[in-house]
């Protein structure tokens, strides 16, 4: 079994991390790293700290509009597909719909990791990736059974498996291991800070919607500490609002050790984050989403996650609940890095 990985960024490697090696155990994977995210504090770090192979392929083809991206993307990936039984894609970035679309038009199995999540926000560059690869996906594999449901609801034609959620799996592995040294690097002390993360296109190109958020940031009734997304950074500075953070701890962008640590440590996390969202919920800790709507529905309905868009007082409201009671594992168990293999497996015979 010879199976393309397409990657590209921060939270791919994270992904990739649950499923690599085990695939590399059965199978050949050519790891394709499309250069989206290309700084070492978003790629090169993830590479070292969660193990992850040098890639047999690795492009520049950030910067530039989605639709530009996404052709870089599909222009690099074709010609490499001659030879390869299946493609492997995750998440919802644009290297995730150039690897599902360059695999589909070439006539190659496609399989999709962290299908059937929906926001129902067409708004969100990352909610036409998820739609359109779920539909050009010939195995889709699902982080939950709500998930499942979303797909046949939308009658997609590949085969629909739950297989629980791979960053769970990175979660479990890794967060005994978590460096906890950075929050005394930062000067904050275990259970009252708060941990905040923003770098969707909606809440930060817009500048009226920058300013909201800064001031979401600069309105908390506990010490903020922000490591901050190159993209938020170069928003921020081009708006003049870097100075505006006052009394906001920012920090660089942070390896996945550190930031789990903090996340561990916060006594709740703000965050318009996909994979954050999921692993505030994992460590046991509230999360405030900056955001109207989340395709990770069921840490809301399990009272853990609310979304407050970047309406301050809503967020302050939200920081003040009781911590529910109950965590239900809401994402599987921790293999699901294992099944998705045993899945690629049984398509590819
Ligand atoms: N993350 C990290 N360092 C940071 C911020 C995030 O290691 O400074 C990790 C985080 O633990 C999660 C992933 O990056 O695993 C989430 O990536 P991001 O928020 O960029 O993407 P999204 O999930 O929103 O697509």
């Given at each position: 079994m010879r199976v393309l990985t397409v990657v590209g960024n921060r939270p791919q490697f994270v992904k990739a991390a649950a499923v690599s090696s085990r695939l590399r155990a059965v199978g050949e994977e050519v790891l394709v790293h499309t250069g989206q995210h290309y700084d070492d504090a978003l790629s090169r770090v993830f590479f070292d700290e969660l193990e992850l192979p040098r890639p047999e392929h690795r492009f520049e083809l950030g910067g530039g509009s989605n639709t530009e991206q996404t052709a870089r993307m599909l222009s690099a990936i074709a010609p490499l597909l001659g030879d390869v039984d299946a493609v492997l894609v995750y998440g919802d970035t644009n290297s995730t719909l150039a690897g599902a679309l360059a695999a589909a038009q070439a006539g190659v199995p496609v399989a999709h990791v962290e299908?059937?999540?929906?926001?129902?926000?067409?708004?969100?560059p990352e909610e036409l990736n998820r739609v359109l690869t779920d539909h050009a996906s010939s195995l889709l594999l699902c982080s939950s059974e709500a998930a499942a449901e979303t797909l046949r609801g939308e009658q997609v034609v590949g085969a629909v498996k739950v297989v629980g959620d791979v960053m769970v799996d990175v979660f479990e592995l890794l967060a005994p291991r978590a460096d906890a040294f950075v929050l005394g690097t930062l000067g904050v002390t275990h259970g009252e800070y708060l941990l905040a993360t923003a770098h969707r296109a909606g809440n930060v190109d817009d500048p009226t919607r920058l300013r909201a958020l800064v001031d979401v940031l600069t309105g908390m009734p506990l010490p903020v500490v922000l490591p901050l997304h190159p993209r938020t950074r170069a928003r921020l500075d081009a708006a003049g609002l870097l100075e505006a953070l006052e009394g906001v701890i920012v920090a660089p962008p942070l390896g996945y050790l550190e930031f789990t640590a903090l996340v561990v440590g916060a006594r709740a996390v703000l965050t318009d984050s996909g994979g954050v969202q999921k692993e505030a919920y994992l460590a046991g800790v509230p999360c405030v989403t900056l955001r109207a709507t989340t395709e990770w529905r069921e840490t809301i309905d399990a009272g853990w996650n609310v979304l407050v868009d970047l309406d301050a007082d809503a967020a302050r409201a939200a920081l003040a609940r009781p911590v529910p009671a109950e965590r239900p594992p809401?994402?599987?168990?921790?293999q699901a890095g294992a099944r998705v293999v045993d899945a690629l497996v049984r398509m590819v015979g």
């Open positions: 299908a059937g999540m929906r926001s129902y926000d067409r708004s969100m809401l994402y599987g168990d921790g």
